[in-house]
């Protein structure tokens, strides 16, 4: 957590702090998701007393409660298909529980459809209060979390990719997208995308085969290649088959997925996963945090909306400092969807300014112009 609690959400941390503070106050801490009842043998070895603690979805014993100072904060556990206190990110085998690789009809008992099925039942926007609250506090839950993992990296070493989720595994540009993200991760670049398919499962598929051969990434793209789309049947089954070709992968890589696009489903290449359910959280989230620069891959409005939320970020210098705007595909930016053409102009006029602006289609070029920025 992102104050002076000190967090405890392991059972043994929680053993370790009763039986460290026996007969003595217990104060600031924040107790997220243990079970004090499994841990408490002797009720007569407790704290004195808990003063301006949290419990965040903790089962408690009758002593306990009673101990506990009026400052203390106590959120019960609510009636919802997810944790809302998690206190850590999701994985590929958490958030997939339940589907059987080869068996396409499990996935809908996995949890993450659990989850979706639950969420578009309430309404993707719900006058449910107890819904409402479950939400926040999960996705405020994931936030710190999120923090927790980024704190492991510099932070000018956290850059994003983004770019659309069409984008087919068989498409050259995913290849080259596959090829950029393996080669910056190689180079110590924690690298953070929307969690989906298209440009953004290559970036995953990249940080998952860095390390590895360019044989065996065309040998994984070739697998996954015979679902092209995440709309084939085996698109989730055929990314499994190169997670068990390819185990242990040597890098991590963050994706932050949402259930309002919980038709797209998350891509288990990335070895942890932020997802939410407030989409804006999510998408300013990817922002804020790729603050070594984003690349931009050839996408439509969701990309152009996030291309605009980094510009006004680096225009405001909102971090205080600007971060490098690559746009990955000459033709592409310029052409189809002219936007570099516009923010050109744009910063030209002096409508904006600090846009560290390159257009490239080198991954070499790509690589210096992050390298450079990491070690100003």
Not at 71 to 85: M, Q, T
Not at 355 to 360: A, D, I, R, S
């Amino acid at each position: 957590m992102r104050t002076n609690y000190i967090e405890i959400t392991t059972k043994q941390d929680l053993q370790q702090v009763l039986t460290g503070y026996k007969g003595r106050y217990v104060k600031r801490f924040a107790f997220q998701n243990v079970d004090f009842e499994k841990v408490i043998v002797d009720e007569t070895l407790l704290p004195k007393g808990f003063v301006d603690c949290i419990f965040l979805g903790c089962t408690l014993t009758r002593s306990v409660i009673e101990r506990c100072d009026s400052d203390c904060a106590v959120f019960s556990k609510l009636d919802v298909p997810f944790n809302v206190f998690r206190s850590e990110l999701y994985s590929a085998l958490s958030l997939y529980s339940g589907y059987i690789p080869g068996e396409p009809e499990s996935f809908e008992n996995c949890f993450d459809t659990k989850v979706y099925n639950h969420y578009i039942a309430k309404g993707k926007v719900t006058d449910d209060i107890k819904e409402q609250l479950a939400r926040s506090i999960h996705d405020h839950s994931i936030k710190w979390a999120m923090q927790d993992f980024l704190d492991r990296y510099p932070e000018r070493k956290v850059v994003g990719i983004m770019g659309g989720h069409g984008l087919l595994r068989t498409d050259e540009v995913y290849r080259q997208v596959v090829m950029m993200s393996k080669k910056l991760t190689e180079r110590g670049f924690l690298m953070v995308s929307g969690g989906g398919p298209g440009a953004m499962e290559a970036t995953h598929l990249g940080a998952w085969m860095a390390g590895k051969c360019d044989e065996c990434v065309d040998d994984a793209i070739a697998i996954m290649g015979e679902a092209p789309s995440f709309k084939d049947i085996k698109w989730l089954q055929t990314a499994y088959e190169v997670v068990k070709r390819y185990p242990d992968p040597k890098y991590c890589s963050l994706g932050v997925p949402t259930w309002l696009y919980g038709h797209e489903p998350a891509t288990p290449l990335a070895t942890h996963i932020a997802k939410f359910f407030d989409n804006s959280m999510r998408e300013d989230g990817i922002l804020t945090v790729a603050k070594g620069g984003v690349i931009f891959t050839p996408g439509s409005a969701g990309t152009m909306q996030e291309i605009f939320q980094d510009a006004v970020q680096n225009h405001y210098l909102s971090f205080g400092y600007a971060s490098p705007m690559i746009f990955w595909g000459s033709e592409f930016w310029l052409e189809e969807l002219p936007v570099y053409r516009l923010l050109e102009h744009l910063v030209e006029k002096g409508r904006y300014k600090n846009l560290p602006l390159t257009l490239t289609d080198s991954i070499d070029c790509v690589v210096k112009v992050l390298e450079k920025f990491a070690e100003e």
